[in-house]
Structures are given as structure tokens and as C-alpha cells.
């Protein structure tokens, strides 16, 4: 895509509507896949051989390296949303020099800050894991080899989560700067790295969790250093969209800091819910049932994270152009790319979630074909954890939503319920129906929240439709 296809369209036809969301959701969801497959395979490779205790140990470190990766779609995504935001508005007032010189001084502000906040939240981070990180661990029931197998992998994160907070952030600030595809080559790279180096390490150098841990270091490393080079070259021909970091001219903006962090903390806590809810499932798993529950959970547990990152891969597909509509105040093409993305990202789940159920044996033995009790119990968790899955998928597409309309505190304030409203169902099921109500926690206060956030998005869009009709009455009187 060259830098000067924008976003804009000349009609509201919904065909032109379709190409603009599907020429950011395509990129943008094998993106989040090929990120999908980093933890899958990461799930293949030791549940063939390691086993269940290794799939126990990597479900409990996963949450805490999960949160930082959270971070790093927190930065990416506030600072995304104000860069596609300032180019709408650089539009709508392009025939006026010295605004569209306003414009885009901002946009590149914005990309500097991202850039400090990152290096800023990698160094505490890894003194944080450094000092905490077997206490997170086991205080989600890990013991034993499961804790050792934990401690593996988590090791090689300690001083490198700079990395894996750019490695989430970069190809979202690179889709934002008009080059998808570039984003999409780097995820698949990576990709291709960490899956070469989890059979290396693991397979033929039997080094366990630890060797799983290095080879997604190494992936992380790769995509971060490649995507500073990206926004380094302003002549190459790799360099395609407007933004350029020049170090000459990095300056932190403290104010655009704060934006970026309210634009984009309701993706964080998105991530924060998600390692939240598998620490306290791990935990729960463990006290009333045992390492082999853990180990199915976290087949389970990938399995959704697959159609939880497509669902994430449609909403971050919709925020840019969302974002450019809300800039340029088209509140009509809002309305129709939330309408296509929410039909996708419901239909996708609904079919995934059928091939699980009419599959289930085939799936689960990609993990582990040998272990009896493992698939027996990671079936059960297949139909009970799952049915509302799809939900959920809507839930993350609401997020996304209200952030790219400059919504962040209703976006804040849904990820957080998102993961309070479970709360009272883990308390009061488990001891009630045991492994079993852990199970079905989530699915029902997954249908629970989408019952509050669905007439939330559905009042914004009639708020925002209503204050456009009387703009335009008003005008022509």
C-alpha cells in the first residue's frame, strides 16, 4: 500500500465500506493469528514432549508474560488510535497548511512517546519479574516439578521484556502508519522463528520449557529490532507510510503520554483479565482437581486464546479506519464497519466453536494424543468453558470500539467488568459442582456481560446518529 491510499472514501456504498474494513481486518487478523501460533505451538511442542505437567507449567507462567504483552497492545493501540485519529482530522482540514503541518508533528510526537513508554515499562517490568516471578507461580498452585517447569520458562523473559512489550506494540504502530502487510510479514517471521527454535531447543536439544521460553525471546527480538528499522528508514524501500523516528528529534510528550495510556488501557486490561482469569483458574483447577486439569485447561485455554485473538485481530482491523471516520465525523461508515466487524466475529466463533465440539479428540491430540485422562478432561472443558465463546469475541470487539471513538473510559470501564463479573460465579460454583463449576464460570459471565455492553454500543451509535441529524438540520437552517 503506498502512502498516499488513504482511508477516506468518496461514498457510503457499503461495497466501499467492505473493501476499506477488510483491507485492514485481513492483515490485521493473520497477524494475530501467526501471534496465536507463538503460544500454540509453543503448547504443541511441550505437550508432545514434555507433557502435562509441562502444559501446567506453561499455563502458570503464561498469565504473567501475558500481561506485559499486554502493555505493549496498550502503547500500541492508544498511540495507533491517535495517530489514524489525527490523520481523519488532517483531512478534513488539509486546505488549511499550517493545520495539516499541526497534524503531523503530532502523529510523529505520538510515535517517540509509544517509544519511551515502552522502554520505560520494559525496565520496571523486569525488575518486577525478577524479584516476584516464583512468587507469581505459586500462587497459583504451582509446585513441585510444575513450579520448576514454570521457573523455566519465564527465566529468559527477566531481562528482555522490552522486547516483548515492543514485539506486541510494533506491528500495530506499523498497520497505523498505512503498511498492514509489513505488520503482517513481520508476525509471520516471528513466527517462523519461534517455531524453528522450539524444535531445535526442544525436540532436539531436550531443553523443556526453558527452550520454549528462549525460542519466543528470540522471535520477540527479531520482530522488535525489525520494526525500529522500519520507522529508522525514512529512504529504503521498506519504508512506505509517513511516519519516521529520528532520535535527533525523540522528545517525550507527557501529555500525549496520558492519552495514549487512557486510549489504551481498556486493551491492557483486556490482557490484565485474560492472565487474571487463567491465574485464578489455574489455582482453582489445582484445588479441586490436579496437575492433569491444569494441563487440559491449558489446552482449552489455547484453543480459545485462537478465536479470542481472531475476535482481537477484527476489532483491531476495525479501529483504524473507525478511528479515521470518527476524525473526519462520517458517524454512518462508523455505524457500518461496527456492524460488518460484529457478523464476522460472532460467525467465527460460532463455527470454531462447532468444529471443537464435532472434533474434539482430533484437535486435542495435536497436544497430546497418549494421555488418557488429559483428553477425556480437555473435552469436558471444550463443552463446558466454551459455549458462549463467541461472546466474548463480541465483548473484545466493544472494547475495541469505544476506544477508537475516543471512548476510553467506557472501554476502560467494560474490560474491567469484563473481569470483576467473574468474580462471584468462581466464588460460588466450585465448591458447589467442583471442577466442574470452575469450568462453567466464564461462559455464563460471559453471557451476563454481553447482556450490559450490547445495548451500551447500540445507545452510542443512536446518540451519536441523532446529534448528526440535528448538526445537519441545524446547518441548513
Not at 486490561?269 to 483458574?281: E, N, P
Not at 471442577?435 to 452510542?460: D, E, K, R, Y
Amino acid at each position: 500500500m503506498q502512502a498516499n491510499d488513504q482511508i477516506s472514501i468518496p461514498d457510503s456504498s457499503n461495497k466501499s465500506i467492505n473493501r476499506t474494513f477488510w483491507r485492514y481486518a485481513i492483515p490485521s487478523v493473520a497477524a494475530m493469528l501467526v501471534n496465536s501460533f507463538y503460544q500454540i505451538i509453543d503448547g504443541i511442542f511441550i505437550g508432545q514432549y514434555v507433557g502435562h505437567e509441562g502444559l501446567a507449567g506453561i499455563n502458570m507462567a503464561w498469565p504473567i508474560i501475558y500481561v506485559f504483552a499486554g502493555i505493549g497492545l496498550m502503547i500500541g493501540m492508544g498511540s495507533g488510535s491517535l495517530i489514524s485519529r489525527s490523520r481523519g482530522e488532517e483531512q478534513v482540514s488539509s486546505s488549511v497548511k499550517s493545520d495539516a503541518l499541526t497534524h503531523s508533528n503530532k502523529t510523529n510526537r505520538t510515535l517517540t512517546t509509544a517509544i519511551f513508554l515502552i522502554l520505560v515499562f520494559g525496565i520496571l517490568g523486569s525488575i518486577l519479574l525478577s524479584i516476584s516471578g516464583t512468587h507469581l507461580l505459586q500462587i497459583q498452585g504451582g509446585i513441585d516439578n510444575t513450579l520448576l517447569l514454570g521457573q523455566q520458562y519465564i527465566g529468559p523473559f527477566i531481562w528482555t521484556l522490552v522486547f516483548t512489550i515492543l514485539a506486541s506494540a510494533m506491528p500495530i504502530l506499523i498497520r497505523n502508519d498505512e503498511s498492514p502487510n509489513i505488520a503482517t510479514g513481520l508476525m509471520i517471521m516471528g513466527a517462523c522463528i519461534n517455531i524453528l527454535l522450539d524444535y531445535l531447543f526442544i525436540v532436539r536439544m531436550d531443553m523443556a520449557l526453558h527452550g520454549a521460553g528462549v525460542a519466543t525471546v528470540a522471535a520477540q527480538v527479531t520482530v522488535s529490532l525489525c520494526g525500529l528499522a522500519y520507522f529508522l528508514s525514512s529512504t529504503t524501500r521498506l519504508k512506505v507510510g509517513n511516519l519516521t523516528l529520528k532520535l535527533s528529534a525523540m522528545r517525550f510528550d507527557s501529555r500525549l503520554a496520558k492519552q495514549i495510556l487512557l486510549l489504551g488501557a481498556s486493551s491492557f486490561v483486556m490482557y490484565l483479565y485474560t492472565s487474571f482469569v487463567f491465574a485464578l483458574h489455574n489455582r482453582l483447577f489445582m484445588e479441586y482437581g490436579s496437575p492433569v486439569t491444569v494441563g487440559a485447561f491449558a489446552i482449552v485455554g489455547y484453543l480459545m486464546v485462537l478465536y479470542y485473538f481472531i475476535a482481537e485481530g477484527l476489532g483491531e482491523g476495525m479501529q483504524p479506519p473507525v478511528s479515521y471516520f470518527f476524525g473526519a465525523k462520517q458517524t454512518e461508515n462508523i455505524k457500518k464497519v461496527l456492524v460488518l466487524a460484529t457478523k464476522v466475529t460472532i460467525t467465527a466463533g460460532i463455527v470454531w466453536l462447532l468444529i471443537l465440539n464435532l472434533f474434539p479428540s482430533n484437535i486435542i491430540g495435536m497436544f497430546n494424543s497418549e494421555d488418557t485422562a488429559l483428553i477425556e478432561e480437555a473435552t469436558t472443558g471444550i463443552r463446558l468453558h466454551l459455549f458462549a465463546m463467541f461472546l466474548d469475541g463480541y465483548l473484545v470487539l466493544a472494547i475495541m470500539f469505544f476506544m477508537a471513538v475516543n471512548q476510553g473510559k467506557k472501554a476502560l470501564g467494560i474490560s474491567i467488568g469484563n473481569m470483576l463479573i467473574q468474580l462471584p460465579f468462581l466464588y460460588f460454583l466450585p465448591p458447589l459442582f467442583g471442577v466442574t463449576g470452575v469450568w462453567l464460570a466464564m461462559p455464563i459471565s460471559n453471557i451476563v456481560m454481553f447482556l450490559i455492553v450490547a445495548p451500551m454500543v447500540w445507545h452510542h451509535l443512536k446518540t451519536d446518529k441523532d446529534r448528526e441529524v440535528n448538526q445537519l438540520l441545524g446547518s441548513r437552517a
